[in-house]
C-alpha cells in the first residue's frame, strides 16, 4: 500500500488551494488522508466510518457547520434500509462462515465492504458537487453582450441607435447615415419608420469595418444592403457577413471546416472576406 511522506498532504493542499471549490477539495484530500494511514482490523473503522459520514453531511448540506445536522434523526425509510441491511448482512455473514471463513474474517470483510461503499458514496457526491458548482458558475459566467440585443433583425429608431452608438444624437447617426458609414431600412408593408438594424452597433461591426463593407457595396443601401448582411453565402462558407464580422454564429448549425476556421480567424482577415463578399455581391446586383 502507498504509505504518503511527511509533509504529503501538506504539500497537496498547498497546489490545490487555487481550485474552484477549495472546501471540497479539503474534504476529499482530509478522507484521503485517513484511508492513507487506515490499518487493516476493526480498530481506526468506526473513526473512519464517522468522518466519511460526516463529510457526506458537508457536501450534502453545505460546506458550512454540518454539526447541527448530526443528530438530526433518521427518516422512516432510512430505518426501512437499515433494518433490511442488517438482515442481509446477517445471511451473508452466515453464509461466508459455511463456505470456512472464521467470523474474524467475516468481519474483517464486512468492515472493508462497508469502508469501500462509503468512501466510493462519498466520491460520487463530491463529483455531483463539482459538476453542480460548474454548471451554476458557467450560468452566471459574463458573456459576450451586444447591446442593445442580440437579434440582428431588430430595427432601432435614430435616437436609440444614437445611444448603442455609445451616447451620440439621432442628428449624428443621420448624418452618418448619409456619410455611407450607416443604413436604415423601411419595414415591408410600411411607409413609414425607418428603422436602423441593431447588429451595426455590434463590436466587429460598428465603426470602421461597417464603413469599408458599405463602401465595398457600392450605391447599395437598403434592404439590398440589409438582404446581404443578413444572408448567408457561399462566399463565406455558408456564414452570413454579420456572422463572419462579429466572428461567432446567430444561429446554431453545423458548418464545414472552412466556414468554423474563418470564425476563429483575425478580425482583419475576416473582415477582408467580407469586403470582397461585398463587391462581389454589388457586381450580381449591377449585373
Do not use: C
Request: aromatic share 6%; hydrophobic share 45%.
Amino acid at each position: 500500500m502507498f504509505t504518503a511522506s511527511p509533509g504529503y498532504w501538506d504539500e497537496r493542499r498547498a497546489d490545490e488551494s487555487q481550485a474552484s471549490n477549495p472546501a471540497l477539495r479539503e474534504i476529499e484530500l482530509s478522507v484521503a488522508e485517513m484511508l492513507e494511514r487506515l490499518k487493516p482490523g476493526r480498530a481506526g473503522v468506526a473513526r473512519m466510518h464517522q468522518k466519511i459520514r460526516s463529510s457526506l453531511a458537508q457536501v450534502a448540506f453545505g460546506t458550512g457547520d454540518a454539526s447541527r445536522h448530526s443528530n438530526a434523526p433518521a427518516s422512516a425509510a432510512s430505518n426501512a434500509i437499515d433494518k433490511a441491511l442488517d438482515k442481509a448482512n446477517a445471511a451473508y455473514a452466515r453464509q461466508l462462515v459455511n463456505l470456512g471463513l472464521n467470523s474474524a474474517a467475516v468481519e474483517l470483510l464486512r468492515s472493508w465492504v462497508e469502508l469501500t461503499v462509503d468512501a466510493r458514496v462519498l466520491q460520487r457526491q463530491l463529483e455531483i458537487e463539482r459538476a453542480l458548482a460548474k454548471l451554476a458558475e458557467e450560468a452566471t459566467a459574463p458573456s459576450a453582450v451586444y447591446a442593445p440585443g442580440d437579434d440582428p433583425s431588430q430595427l432601432l429608431p435614430a435616437a436609440q441607435m444614437g445611444r448603442a452608438l455609445g451616447g451620440v444624437s439621432d442628428e449624428t447617426v443621420r448624418q452618418r447615415e448619409n456619410a455611407g458609414e450607416l443604413f436604415a431600412i423601411l419595414p415591408p408593408a410600411r411607409k413609414r419608420g425607418r428603422g436602423y438594424p441593431v447588429f451595426q452597433a455590434w463590436p466587429g461591426i460598428v465603426g470602421a469595418p461597417l464603413a469599408k463593407v458599405l463602401s465595398a457595396l457600392g450605391g447599395l443601401r437598403g434592404t439590398s444592403a440589409y438582404g446581404f448582411f443578413t444572408s448567408p453565402t457561399d462566399l463565406l462558407g455558408g456564414l452570413t457577413p454579420i456572422e463572419a464580422m462579429a466572428g461567432r454564429l446567430i444561429a446554431p448549425r453545423s458548418l464545414p471546416r472552412e466556414s468554423q476556421n474563418l470564425l476563429k480567424a483575425s478580425e482583419e482577415d475576416r473582415l477582408a472576406v467580407v469586403v470582397s463578399a461585398a463587391k462581389a455581391y454589388a457586381a450580381a446586383q449591377a449585373a
